[in-house]
């Protein structure tokens, strides 16, 4: 672990989740510059294992599987309070996590498992449901297998887009190749399908199945949802997470599988079914690295804030999994309910970037409803020149703004004003 010690510290600690397989100590220079340059001490752990491209660390080790499921999280948190007392002679006032994608799962994991360990908790794009996630990687992956070696759909996945966007781009009053509420949009990639034989221009029946099976979702054979599909409007990024031969989701599965459900260093994704393995991991897994408890009371007892947000243009994890989640949470809160906020932003693909404006101010939204009382009903979402550039707090020019509403109420255009800019818009 390391611990980023301002010489300005405001009295707040910020941990840092990590990406992937891995924890986030590699990146720290990327996800701390900024919080420690106002002030923060920040924490950022290996995960209990070196960088990895994958998840060899874990073949034959279990307890470096408890380590990057939770363990190492909640020792960094609790060694880091030490240290901040021990160096500034005074204890934090505030202690905040943020983590996005595996990040968001170590988020929810701490408010879960840990409740003691954070007073605001931001969780992005969140993996919680992990064995549901790898094995729909690994679905997905074989779903688009079209021509071995080739990414087939990949090609036409700009044409797609296109079509669901000039479907349900208006649906909030503003054509601006932004869909604010992909759930509303009833988008079917059948009017792209060939009148006859195959082109660049038009669908195949093949590529039509395939394309409305991921809107639907990974399911079992008997149809129970395993994980919600992707939503029209997130197509531009699916080549790189699981229709290309050589894409991120389905070499993730195989390392899960192979390194952490099997422990069997021969086990090949080619061998995956999804009705006999889903349930083998989950059996195996679940209890260990799975943060899907919604039972929040102990953590909001205290006082704590939960603050989720998540892209509906991600293409490695579906939208659909966050609101899930939130609103089972949320549910099972009762009288606190109200400490949790669910901000789905329009164009956002995985943890930023993507079509629409990406860059979210999460920190400072958490610490003002942590320390006024009064929830965020709206944050800005920024489009820089460069995203990069602006996560890490350096100089980069804005080109649109649009605001990301609390769930379920999202953006609606006034009917005036340049649609490049949050004010005008309202959250309904």
Same mark, same amino acid.
């Given at each position: ?180 509420? #992909? ?44 994980? #919600? ?85 991600? #293409? ?113």
């Amino acid at each position: 672990m390391r611990v980023w010690l301002p010489a300005n510290w405001n009295g707040k600690m910020l941990g840092f989740g990590g990406g992937g397989f891995n924890g986030s100590l590699s990146i720290d220079g990327l996800v701390l510059t900024k919080p420690v340059n106002n002030g923060y001490a920040g924490l950022t752990t290996d995960a209990g294992h070196d960088v990895s491209d994958g998840a060899k660390w874990a073949l034959g080790n279990p307890e470096k599987i408890v380590d990057f499921a939770h363990r190492a999280n909640h020792v960094g948190a609790v060694a880091t309070k030490a240290i901040i007392s021990a160096y500034y002679g005074a204890p934090a006032k505030r202690s905040y996590f943020w983590g996005c994608s595996n990040g968001g799962r170590d988020a929810l994991m701490l408010a879960q498992r840990y409740p003691e360990d954070y007073d605001g908790i931001i969780a992005g794009a969140p993996a919680n449901s992990w064995t549901a996630l790898m094995s729909s990687f690994a679905r997905n992956g074989a779903l688009t297998s079209l021509s071995p070696g080739v990414d087939a759909l990949g090609p036409k996945l700009k044409l797609v887009h296109e079509a669901a966007v000039r479907k349900c781009d208006a649906l909030d009053g503003a054509k601006d190749a932004l869909i604010s509420n #992909p759930a509303k949009c009833r988008f079917d990639p059948a009017v792209l399908q060939c009148k006859a034989g195959a082109g660049p221009s038009c669908l195949s029946k093949p590529e039509v199945a395939a394309v409305r099976a991921i809107y639907k979702g990974t399911r079992t054979g008997d149809g129970a949802l395993i994980m #919600p599909g992707f939503p029209p409007g997130s197509e531009l990024e699916w080549s790189n997470w699981f229709t290309a031969p050589k894409s991120q989701a389905p070499s993730m599965a195989e390392d899960f599988f192979r390194n952490m459900v099997y422990s069997d260093a021969a086990w090949e994704r080619s061998r995956f079914v999804l009705d006999r393995d889903y349930p083998v991991a989950k059996q195996r897994m679940a209890a260990i690295i799975d943060a899907t408890a919604t039972d929040l009371r102990p953590f909001m007892d205290r006082g704590g804030k939960l603050l989720m947000y998540h892209g509906w243009d991600d #293409p490695a994890i579906p939208a659909g999994n966050s609101i899930r989640y939130f609103e089972s949470a949320r549910a099972a809160a009762g009288k606190r309910a109200d400490q949790m906020r669910l901000f789905m932003v329009p164009g956002m693909a995985h943890c930023g970037g993507g079509t629409g404006p990406g860059n979210l101010d999460s920190l400072g939204a958490l610490d003002d409803w942590v320390q006024t009382g009064a929830a965020p009903e709206r944050l800005i979402a920024t489009k820089y020149e460069d995203d990069k550039l602006a996560f890490a707090g350096l100089a980069t020019k804005p080109i649109q703004t649009r605001p990301a509403c609390a769930w379920p109420k999202t953006p609606r255009y006034k009917g005036s004003g340049p649609t490049t800019e949050a004010a005008s818009f309202v959250c309904k």
